[in-house]
C-alpha cells in the first residue's frame, strides 16, 4: 500500500511517501480503505517526538488517528461493522506506528462509527478526533442547560465543533476568542466573537455582562489564555484545558480524547442531522503530506487539515 511514513523525528521534512505492506488484522479488527485522514496538532507532535516518552513509537511510521473510509474485511468477531461499510473514527493506540496516513489501515473495532452518508469523506476524516475532544471534555465540566461557556481558539479544529456542542448540550450563550477575521465565521455556529489581546478579561466581561463572569472555560490554546481564565470563571474546577495540564494547579481539568463508540455515534447523529458542521479549510493529496503540516504549524487554520487518498 501506499502510506507516508517517517524514519526519525524531526521537521515536516522527514514524511516521506513509501510503499509498505498491506495491514494484517486481529481477529477484533477491522481493515479499512482510506479516503480521507484528518491532519491534528497531535500528529505534528508525534513527528516531531515530542510524545516519544508518552507511548512507545516504532519506525517506520505512519502518522495519523483521524480517519474516514470504506470497510474491505472485518475480523471474526467483529459485530457491527461488515465490508462496503462507510466509516470514520479516531484510531489511537497504544503503540504509534500504524496511522492513518495511508491507503489502508487496520482499525479496532471501539474507534468506528458508521459515517452519515451526509457527510462527505473529507468532512468525517475531520470529525472523530476533534469532535470527541470537543464532547468529552466539556461534558468533563458539566456543561449543560443555560451554561455560558467560553472557548479559547474557537475557529480551530477543535474549538469551532466545541462551539457547536456546547449548544447541542444546553448551553446559552457561547463566547468564542479568535481573529478578527473568524469572527463571522463564528457567528455563523452561534458563538459570539472575541478578540485576543491584553484586554481579554475586560472585552469578555464587558460581553458577558452582570457579574462578567462565564460558567465554562474550554482552553485550546494554554499560555496566557489559561492563565487568565481564572479571572472570567465563577468556578475554577469548570475550567477544562485540552493542551496545558498546568490547568491543574489553578484547579481545573485536562482532557484527553478516548475512543468511546457511544461518544463517535452521538457525533455521527448531530452531524448527520446537520446540527454539527466540519469546517474543512483545506485538503491535500496523501503524498503532499509534508505540505499540511507546515500548514498547520503556521496557526492560521481555520476547522480543519484533511489529507485525501
Known sequence: MRAIAQDEFGDPEVLRPVELPDPVIGPDQVLVEVRAAGVNPVDLLVRAGHL?????????????????????????????????????????KDHVQHGAYAELIAATERGLAHKPASLSFEQAGGLALTGLTALQSLRKVGVGPGDVVLVHA??????????????????????????????????????????????LVDNVAELVGGDGEVDVVFDCVGGAALNDSPALVRDNSRIVSIVDTNVLELGGRYAYA???????????????????VVEVQRTFPLERAAEAHRLLEGRHVRGKVVLTV
Open 52 to 92: 516519544a516518552g508518552v507511548a512507545p513509537h516504532h519506525f517506520p511510521l505512519v502518522p495519523g488517528w483521524d480517519v474516514a473510509g470504506v470497510v474491505r474485511a472485518v475480523g471474526p468477531a467483529v459485530d457491527g461493522f461488515a465490508a462496503g461499510d462507510e466509516v470514520f473514527g479516531y484510531q489511537r
Open 154 to 199: 474557537a475557529a480551530g479544529g477543535v474549538g469551532h465543533l466545541a462551539v457547536q456542542v456546547a449548544r447541542l448540550l444546553g448551553a446559552s450563550r457561547v463566547i468564542g476568542t479568535a481573529s478578527p477575521r473568524n469572527h463571522g465565521f463564528l457567528r455563523s455556529l452561534g458563538a459570539e466573537p472575541v478578540a485576543y489581546g491584553d484586554a
Open 258 to 276: 478516548k475512543p468511546v463508540p457511544e461518544d463517535l455515534r452521538w457525533l455521527a447523529g448531530h452531524a448527520g442531522a446537520g446540527e454539527l
